[in-house]
């Protein structure tokens, strides 16, 4: 089953580490992947990237589309041509950023149509165009099914029909997608908050059958004590055998919870995001570089790391950075972050293979609790 | 004469080239150097200017004793190590940034008392100073006297005066400077557009007696065509044996006018603040990556170029990230142009150890005129 073979080398509790392996390399899992919205990973050169140790990005089918359009990136060799990124990417459906970024003018049982936050031009997606963009045009390695997002708080009842309706498109995303061996499909459980709706959710998607399977529908403003309740019991209810992906999650200690119950992939924005915000992410939590307490601070944010940002430049250099509104302490920053992401989960897949999951937890969640989101002085 | 050794490898006409020794390295004269205003070269990291070829950048004092302050970097061990460039580093003497950025309070014989335009604090800049913050506490490796610039339009007495009052500073400049094995002092020639005052000027500082001798002055306005004239013969009044520094400039065409006048080190944030505007530069001129012409453009800036900017990422994907108001499109045009000029200082070089110097001057007149400065589309 499933396109790629996905091997599991050790687990411990719940938590798995192993192998995703794809045409254009391997996947080492729990695996983080930085997200390259618009055809960049916000600041960085891919081979910036590259160094940090992630074996697959993220791109955003929404952005994309609009803007060179999917057509433009298919012309120019498609996506990995384009960016400069050899390795494997993975592109979301675009149903989320519809949701978040556009004015929806109408969500019918056929498609969503939209007005592009950037010029307000008209555009449609279907599981069926959405495929076409994501498989065809940007020639992704996983696709993401289109499914059918809720606005928080949804009832029951609103959230099971946009559950069902998810199913449905997953149904006709699998059938627009075909049998490739090249490319995998992944489908997306929802159900909100509810153990019978992701129950419900889970039995549909495993009857189509899909190479990977996202929860969906999380990290949208439940907090992190729903989410980890979910979390109990939704990535149990997907295959064992195939990999289980956490869609948009997290914060370093949202990451451990989810792998300590058995997701394998994550993305998030929040590295480069807050990098560019003169945030740095580090074991005993976020710091605001622009504190005056790193005026005169000597020292790298991590001597032991093997990327530049972390290893070479003081934090009296990136405090001067951020207080100037340099670009280069945005960049600096974002390539910090997505270095202690990748530290984060190599030291993950370490603590699985080695039997210690739970006191890796342990010490992530007293180490990050020291300093919460640290604001400027 | 002079700290630093400076050996003339070949002439064509009065072009020159060959290399200044310094200990933190040899400088390939013609030489481009980055300005590295506040620390950085804008958006770079300094792994990827040392890529670009360049042997020196340029840090400004004004901008530094501001924020993080001298006295900051001193204790952070200087500025080669605050911002981790191991070659040479020259700074400016803080007078023209004090000229055209700060609220001057008052310009005296002893010094010159201005407010920040960062937070509107009171600060004082002498001669003494400007070679403490220089020498002692930045450890430049080339430090600038200070002089008294005039707005223009001037007369010829108030240009007159400021000449005068700049060879009084550059002895006392030297004075405070003392004798240093380590570290190089360049007068700077005033005297606007005028033979005479030009004349009186290098006589005055050639009686001082410095490692080098900068042209300051010009590029502040006065147009091409003027400059031009004022290079045919105020470089000829400097020592030949040691070299001479056109302060701020400039387009492409303007450097290799002076280079054969005789000119040998040039500076000028031109490609790094046209990189951040979207503007490219090549042997054919400048060019928007904005303009719609490059949307399905495949090919590289400059396919033969050892730097990744210019050599891999595509026009579509610049003129994308550009369109997008991506870091990374600012980034990659600051890189990519940064590695036209030293590629064109490449190229000077070897015209005039060849011979031909004048033909490379034309064949650079007419490919530069083909665009200009070309604006968005």
Redesign the interface.
């Known amino acids: 089953m499933g396109a790629f073979p996905f091997r599991i080398d050790a687990t411990d509790g719940k938590a798995r580490t192993g192998v995703l392996e794809t045409p254009r390399g391997d996947i080492r899992t729990p695996a983080f992947m930085p997200v390259g919205t618009?055809?960049?990973v916000?600041?960085?050169?891919v081979?910036q990237v590259a160094a940090t140790g992630a074996d697959i990005l993220l791109g955003n089918t929404y952005h994309l589309m609009l803007?060179?359009t999917a057509e433009?990136v298919h012309?120019?060799?498609g996506l990995h041509r384009?960016?400069?990124w050899e390795k494997p990417i993975l592109t979301d459906s675009g149903g989320f950023q519809v949701m978040s970024l556009s004015k929806i003018a109408k969500v019918t049982e056929e498609c969503v149509t939209f007005q592009s936050h950037i010029d307000g031009s008209r555009h449609v997606l279907s599981p069926e165009r959405s495929m076409e963009i994501q498989a065809d045009l940007l020639g992704s390695d996983i696709v993401m099914q289109l499914d059918e997002l809720v606005a928080l708080p949804a009832s029951e009842d609103r959230t099971a029909e946009a559950m069902r309706r998810s199913a449905r498109w997953g149904q006709r995303s699998k059938n627009a997608f075909g049998e490739r061996n090249d490319q995998a499909l992944f489908g997306i459980q929802q159900g909100g908050l509810s153990e019978g709706l992701r129950r419900e959710s889970a039995e549909r998607l495993m009857e189509i059958g899909f190479d990977g399977y996202a929860l969906g529908g999380l990290a949208v403003g439940e907090g992190h004590a729903a989410m980890v309740e979910v979390l109990d019991f939704a990535p149990a209810m997907l295959p064992e055998d195939r990999p289980r992906y956490l869609m948009g999650v997290g914060k370093p200690i949202d990451i451990v919870e989810a792998v300590l119950r058995g997701v394998d992939m994550f993305d998030c924005v929040l590295p480069t995001r807050s990098g560019?915000h003169g945030q740095a992410w580090t074991w005993d939590g976020s710091v605001n570089l622009k504190n005056a307490r790193f005026?005169?601070d000597?020292t790298p944010l991590d001597p032991a790391s093997d990327v530049?940002a972390s290893r070479?430049?003081?934090k009296?250099?990136l405090?001067?950075?951020v207080?100037?509104s340099?670009?280069?302490g945005?960049?600096?920053l974002s390539w910090h972050n997505l270095a202690f992401f990748q530290a984060l989960m190599a030291e993950l897949r370490a603590a699985i293979s080695e039997g210690r999951a739970q006191a890796f937890r342990d010490e992530i969640a007293r180490r990050q609790a020291r300093s919460g989101s640290e604001t400027a002085a």
Do not use: C, N, W
């Open positions: 618009a055809g960049t916000k600041a960085l050169t081979d803007r060179p433009r012309r120019l060799g384009f960016m400069r560019r005026a005169d000597d530049p070479d430049y003081s009296a250099y405090h001067h950075l207080k100037s340099e670009i280069l945005q960049v600096l």
